[in-house]
C-alpha cells in the first residue's frame, strides 16, 4: 500500500497522519520542530486510548495505527511516498519553499498536495519544475472526525494525478468533491456570510450574539449558531479566513471583515480557548440570555439564509464546484441541516430574490447583489434540481 508523508504535526498534520494510518498506510509525519512531534505522538496515543475505552477500537487495532506512523525531522526520511501532504502556516512563500525542496527528495510519481484553506494552488504548483502533480486536499478540523474533504487542481494539475488523488482520498472513507482553485474553495467562501451577516446584524444593534445563535439554531436547525461556532474556531482564525478571503476577491464587500471580530482578536478574546469571545467562558460567568421572539428570530434566519443561498448559486454560476457537490460541501463539511441549492428550490427562487433585494434597496450596497443566476432562474421559472 502507499506510503503517506505529511509534513507538519500540528492538530491537522497529525488528524491526517492519523486517518491514513488507519486506512492502512505506512505514515511518516515529518516536523522540523522535535518537541512538537512528541506532542503528537503523545497526543495520538491518548486519542487513541479513548478509542479503545469507548469500544471503538480493539488494543491491538490502536497499537497497528501508531505503529504505522514514524516522526521524523528530516524530509530524507520519508521512504518512497506515493502522496506527501503538507499542513503547516498559511504562508505562501514558506509553502513554496517546502514545495520547491520536497520536489528534489520524493520519487517522480509522488503527488505532491497542500491542505491549504484559502491560499493558491496554483501559486504553491508554481513552485514545482512538474507542476502537474500539485493539488489541494482540504481536510476539514478534526480531520478523523470530519468527512468531507476539498480536492481542489490548479491549472497546472494533470488529470491523471487528480483521479488518482480523488480515489485516494475516498477510499479512507472520505466524502470529496472537487472545487476550483479560487479563494475559499467551497465551504469557506459559502459559508462567509453564516458568520459575516450575523456580524452586521450585531453590528447594527438588532439583536444580540445569543438571540441570533438561538434563531439560526431553533429556528434554522443549524448544529450551532455563528457566535458559537466563532468562539470554537477561535475570532483570531476564522477573522483572517475572512480577511485572506476580503482581500483574495479584490475587496468585494460581500466579505468585507467586521470590526467587532477585529476588536476582540486585538483583544485577546478569540473565544473558548482564550476564555472569552463573544461569551463568557470562564468559571462562575453568567452570559445573557435570547430574545426568543419568532418573528425576530426568523427575520435574523431569513436574512441570514437568503444570502447564504444567493453565495452558493454565484458558487455555481462561476462554475467553483457541481450543484452536488456544492451541497454535498456544505452539509458534510460544516453540518448545515440541509445544501444551499436544495433550500432554495423549497423557499422558491423568487422569493430568494425578493429576499436579496429588498436587502439592496434598503442599503444601497453591494454586499446585497443578488446572483445574476437566481435572477435568471426567477424570470425562467426554473429550479436547481428537477422538481417531480
Known sequence: MTNIGVIGSGAMGSGIAQVAATAGHTVFLYDNNPSALERAKSSLGKIMARLVEKGRLTPKASQEIQGRIHYTDSLYQIEAPGLVIEAIVEDLMVKRNVFEQLESIVPHDCILATNTSSLSVAAIAAACKTPERVLGIHFFNPAPLMKLVEIIPAVQTGEHELHKAKALIDSWGKTTVVAKDTPGFIVNR??????????????????????????????????MGPFTLMDYIGNDINYTVTET??????????????????RLSEAGYLGRKTGRGYYDYREGAANPEPQKDKVLGQQILDRIVAILINEAADALYLNIASREDIDMAMTKGVNYPKGLLQWADEMGINRCVERMDRLYHEYLEDRYRCSPMLRKMARNGSTFYPQN
Open 190 to 223: 459559502v459559508a462567509r456570510p453564516f458568520y459575516g451577516e450575523a456580524l452586521r446584524i450585531l453590528d447594527e444593534g438588532l439583536a444580540d450574539a445569543a438571540t441570533i445563535d438561538w434563531a439560526m439554531t431553533t429556528l434554522g436547525k443549524f448544529k
Open 245 to 262: 478571503v476580503f482581500q483574495s476577491f479584490y475587496y468585494d464587500p460581500r466579505y468585507k471583515p467586521s470590526f467587532t471580530q477585529k
